[in-house]
């Protein structure tokens, strides 16, 4: 019996011990599947460096005979024998292409507020890269200021004190700039019912070009004290909008510098967007483009509609313009909203005799030339985030530096994360001030393929 208790004993401590060691190597067989080494799953080249983890590839065919993954960390591909000169693990790179110092004065042709201008750009997918970007804003930067204005009834108040704007203006600038331009135009809704009176004798323009950008002030005024006043039958003003885009799109016509900071200041009460044509029977939608004759006259407004708020924030930001929307309170809520949209712009409220529209102008001149702003045409798989300064010390998330003086400068960090592979691999990115024809050229690369190995 003794005996038959001591086998009995010996069979359960041999289960037992047995059940021990297979819950111990199955908990270690299921430890190891969670700690399993990411880059293993790449089975070429290519695969193996678009991993999310810092994988490189042995170029050696027989290395990976034996069982061993040729896609590792490069640690592990080293410590197995895959010498360091076949380990292909590529890291992100940044090479400075164009990097002119920034200036403080010059010519139209060496301004240089923005640095640098041109970069080269590797990166792996996944994975981020930070470089620097400094600007300056430039005593004497050329200044181009073109205004708009409504000739409607509801604003004739505004252009007794408009036409002195000019002398204050230049006055107001002669500190930032010497090099100073300024031009006119006007507008009205057009000549079609049920917009306007179709009575010869009260006809207008959608819009026309008075006065090119010019450095005569005294040109300036005296066309404005000059211009006539068109009566409209209904309630908005429309021709706003397309004085808007033919005063940015005819570039050559009204003579926007291409290095110059443009400033266009638009005067109204109300405007018409696109479909709005239909009203008139006009469907035929607006195709963006310049047409004015040798006259300076708008000669599509009877035959295609209005343009539509992305035609205009398009064309705002193609050309770099700012602009300032002078209104009367009624619509000041609508342009507020409008501007929000539409980057670089501002908004002031008209006094119902407009005589506050001097002051206005000159304070968000003031506002939008003393500030600076990052804009990029990142990609959705392309995130980049701005960090800076300004004139503090706390570094902070922005994009935006405010209350810029002549010769003040400010560095931004920039970061550029990655999320996956790039179409062809290569995307030009651009990088600039809002409101200012200076860029940064990206050349952005991602790093995805290694067809040259094997």
């Not at 592979?421 to 991602?446: A, Q, R, T, W, Y």
Request: hydrophobic share 35%; with cysteine; glycine share 6%.
């Amino acid at each position: 019996m003794s005996n038959i208790m001591l086998i009995l004993t010996y069979l359960f401590v041999c289960f037992y011990y047995t059940q021990i060691s297979f819950n111990f190597l199955f908990c270690e067989e299921v430890e190891l599947s969670k700690t399993q080494n990411p880059c293993t799953a790449g089975k070429s080249c290519g695969e193996c460096i678009k991993s999310p983890y810092e994988c490189a590839w042995c170029q050696i065919e027989e290395y990976g005979l034996d069982g061993k993954s040729r896609c590792d960390f490069s640690r592990n591909l080293t410590e197995r024998g895959c010498e360091i000169s076949k380990i292909i693990d590529p890291s992100n790179y940044i090479h400075i292409i164009i990097n002119k110092p920034l200036g403080h004065y010059g010519t139209m042709e060496n301004f240089v507020q923005i640095a640098p201008q041109a970069l080269k750009i590797g990166m792996r997918p996944k994975t981020q890269l930070t470089f620097k970007v400094k600007f300056r804003r430039v005593k004497d930067y050329p200044m181009d200021l073109y205004y708009l204005m409504d000739l409607s009834n509801p604003v004739e108040d505004y252009k007794k004190h408009l036409a002195r704007l000019g002398d204050l203006l230049r006055e107001s600038t002669i500190n930032i700039t010497s090099d100073f331009r300024v031009g006119f135009g006007s507008f009205v809704d057009r000549a079609v019912m049920p917009n306007a009176s179709v009575a010869p004798v009260k006809w207008g323009n959608s819009y026309k070009n008075h006065v090119s950008l010019t450095r005569d002030i005294y040109r300036f005024a005296d066309e404005i004290k000059k211009t006539l006043v068109s009566r409209n039958s209904d309630a908005p003003e429309g021709g706003g909008s397309d004085a808007i885009l033919q005063a940015i799109a005819c570039r050559d016509e009204i003579g926007w510098r291409y290095k110059a900071r443009k400033l266009l200041i638009f005067l109204t009460d109300s405007f018409h967007f696109g479909r709005d044509g239909n009203r008139g029977g006009i469907a035929k939608p607006n195709d963006g483009e310049c047409h004015l004759d040798r006259n300076g006259d708008y000669t599509r407004s009877t035959v295609q509609d209005y343009p539509s708020v992305n035609q205009i924030i398009r064309k705002v930001r193609e050309n770099s313009v700012n602009i300032i929307f002078a209104t009367t309170g009624e619509q000041w809520t609508a342009y507020q909203k409008f501007s929000k949209i539409l980057e670089g712009s501002a908004v002031c409220q008209l006094t119902n005799d407009s005589s506050n529209i001097v002051e206005l102008i000159k304070d968000n001149y003031n506002k939008i030339t003393s500030k600076v702003e990052l804009l990029d045409n990142a990609l959705p798989n392309i995130t980049i985030s701005y960090e800076s300064s300004c004139l503090e010390t706390k570094s902070r998330k922005t994009k935006l530096c405010e209350g810029l003086k002549v010769g003040d400068t400010v560095t931004f960090d920039v970061t550029i994360n990655m999320e996956s592979c790039l179409k062809d691999n290569v995307f030009h990115l651009k990088i600039n001030p809002v409101g200012m024809n200076e860029v940064i050229n990206i050349k952005l690369e991602s790093i995805c393929h290694c067809a040259i190995f094997p």
